[in-house]
């Protein structure tokens, strides 16, 4: 089965975890950075989710799952260590709420890729379900070659992909310009340097010295 690769925002999204140990944790972290609004449904609860729960980031319901507990979310991912447990969260889901069963890809209507990021950067790596270590081990060494600097890079591209759209009116020369912000030297260069470049360049292509 191919999966659909999609970017999910999840601001303000209700989302729901059922497990309280070191792989709900992961989930929960995820979900945590893209800002969604996570209810924990466990006994119990490793340290790192019982931090998370004194501070207030997320909501934990001290119980076993029932299917009540997952009314209304919008996502859902069953993290325990109980197949048992993770089927009832299944048949609990209606038809349009997203799940994901972190040991059954095939009862999951979405699957978690692995990730790293580099500020706005940010790379997925999915196979599918066919084999998480590889994705794994691809992931590793795409962190080798796209390491820190691209975070910064990409802020400065950020910026000024901003200026040259909104101060140049010639699209050829808008095409070009951000070609040319692209080349490597630009990624070797540090935050002054890139500054100072980007703004010779510039006023090349205005005509002004």
Not at 114 to 124: D, E, H, N, P, T
Request: proline fraction near 4%; glycine fraction near 4%.
């Amino acid at each position: 089965m191919m999966h659909y690769p999609a970017m999910l925002n999840l601001t303000g999204k209700k989302a729901v975890v059922v497990g309280g140990g070191q792989v709900a944790a992961r989930k929960v972290q995820s979900l945590l950075k893209a800002n969604a609004e996570v209810t924990v449904i466990s006994p119990t609860l490793t340290e790192p989710l019982r931090q998370f729960a004194d501070q207030q980031r997320i909501v934990w319901r001290e119980k076993p799952f029932e299917p009540r507990d997952i009314r209304g979310a919008f996502l859902v991912i069953a993290a325990t260590n109980s197949r048992v447990v993770n089927d009832e969260v299944f048949k609990a889901a209606n038809e349009y709420q997203l799940i994901n069963i972190v040991d059954d890809p095939s009862n999951s209507n979405f699957i978690v890729p692995a990730v790293f990021q580099r500020g706005k950067l940010v790379m997925s790596i999915s196979t599918s379900g066919a084999c998480p270590g590889l994705a794994k081990q691809i992931k590793r060494d795409l962190e080798k070659h796209y390491d820190d600097r691209y975070e910064e890079y990409l802020s400065f591209l950020e910026s000024s992909r901003k200026e040259v759209i909104h101060t140049m009116n010639d699209d050829k020369q808008k095409r070009a310009m951000l070609k040319e912000l692209l080349h490597p030297r630009f990624l070797q260069m540090s935050g002054i340097e890139r500054q100072e470049e980007f703004q010779q360049i510039m006023k090349k292509s205005r005509g002004t010295s």
